[in-house]
């Protein structure tokens, strides 16, 4: 049982990233490699706050706002100064790298004996027989509040622009809407979101540490993408929903090649058969449906 | 068909861990985890010396233990499943390197289970231990903390003329903040001064090293995992550059590295066994304060050393063990 509830845990906190690279790659057609850096940056920016003594519910606004900015400098280095899409999250994730380390300090920064998100009064009050899910029941709150909000906001004006700027720039333009400030504007989100993740993780781990975001990007647009195409013949079913679904299929998955108790180097290997199977079983119906977001 | 696929994938996981819950069971061994936190032979060395210290101290393999062991591959988020997973599982948890280290702590926070690590050079700065190397939580090990004064005092013996030492570290390694520091503080004292390079992965390093070589005399290894991973692109640089690398303990000695005062890490491993034996019996682990390495191994490579004509001053030679002679 303790692994179907760690499974969740870590799968729903990525969820939260899996969010932000949905509006980047699928919605916006923007391949965002700033996440791999704008995570750990959440992370620093949660920990420090933290072991300075701030309520870790508080950090995590803050963390989500540095974020955003950075979403701002991507999109900024791509509208203004015209930089190829993936160039201009090369150059904010490398960048960000030093700012990481000089938000936190050092390489790797714990706080193993302070209050924490999922260490509170508030966690601590809950009644015996939930205590064991009581970090799965954090993250559940957190994440709900974000699909919900994000959901909304795909329904307003703003929300429905976003998403004619990835499918067809010409129809934005027509409406005398600027493009290019749209495109910032999901950046801004999407990274706002993945900085949150950064944070959320952080706060279980107990620990910042630089590398924390390798591999970010490639772990959303794996969920991303498994989370769509499980759904794609199922009309009802929303993007943020899929993304998070793809987001603990993904973890299952690892779990599952680590319960295997196989030889640690094949590990990966495991993963990612298990990715292609469920990639390839999902996919047995041709018929297109329009993407839901 | 996609529910059926889910339902069946979230049956298989359960079943997997129902499984290897039972098994320990029927059997009434105690499971130990190994998480390890990047592959290369001094982490390895851990491994296989925490084993032979708990068989030594009658925890066996196949008789009373079970081991199961995980590795990383420097991933943090899969350290950080592989901890909870460990921590659901296994009667004990070790784990070997810092960022390892921390995520079974956290793991094992809820849980209870004990936790050793290895091959942590600052438990107190990585928050394992306390400024008394003890812990209120179930958590002890043993620190690598490299023999920096020995290991200069050897370098001044081999290179009575050179001045400069070229340090290669990973930024994002604390394990090799708090060497570095260790360096720069006591190089004074040997005469020496540390010209330090920080990269970020290993791709970086032949162009540190570009840099770095023509202004150093030679270079001296901490146990950064990343350089040591890759020791042999450090090497073909050195080597070209005719320069001599000391190393951070045996195994880079035997692959190249001209001489090294450093860890020896299967005596560290079997002390951590050791330590793992005496919480199985019982002992709370968080009253044990944790060990350090002793050091002072010194060995070298005679034919690195012919190679790049140094000769291995005798006093050295007589003290140390030359690899190339095993």
Redesign the interface.
Known sequence: ????I??F??GMI?AILALGVLITYRILDFPDLTVDSSFPLGAAVSAILTVNGMNPLLTLPIAALAGAVSGLVTGLIHVKCHVRDLLSGIITMTGL?SIN?RIAG???L????METLFDNGFTTSFPTFLQPYSKMIVVLIVLLLVKLLLDLFMKTKAGFLLRAVGDNQTVVTTLAKDSGLIKIEGLVIANALVALAGAVMAQ????F????G??AIV?GLAAVIIGMN??K??SFIKGTTAAIVGSI?Y??C???A????LV??D??LITAVLFLL?LV??G??KKKVKFRA | MKKQLLSLLVVLVLVLSLTSIAGAEAQKTYTIGIAQFAEHPSLDNCRIGFIEGLAEAGYVEGENVTYVVQNAQTDMGLAQQIAAQMAQECDLVCAIATPMAQAAFNACMDSGKPVIYTAVSDPVGSMLANAEGKSDKAITGSCDLLPVEAQLKMIRAILPEAKKIGILYTTSETNSESQLKLYQETAAAYDFEIVASGISTGADIPLALDTLLPQVDCMTNLTDNTVVSYLAVVLDKTNAASKPVFGSEIEQVKNGCLASEGVEYLSLGKETGALAAQVLEGTFAGDIAFVSSEGGDMCYNSEVAAQLNITIPEAEAARGVDVTKE
Do not use: C
């Open positions: 049982m303790g692994i179907i760690g499974i845990e870590e990525y790298y380390l050092r390489a790797n714990p706080f193993f004996n279980k781990n107990r620990v540490d630089i590398s924390m390798t591999g772990f499980l759904f013949n199922i299929i973890k299952a690892v779990a599952a680590l319960s295997m108790g640690p180097q590990l990966k469920i079983l999902g047995v119906h």
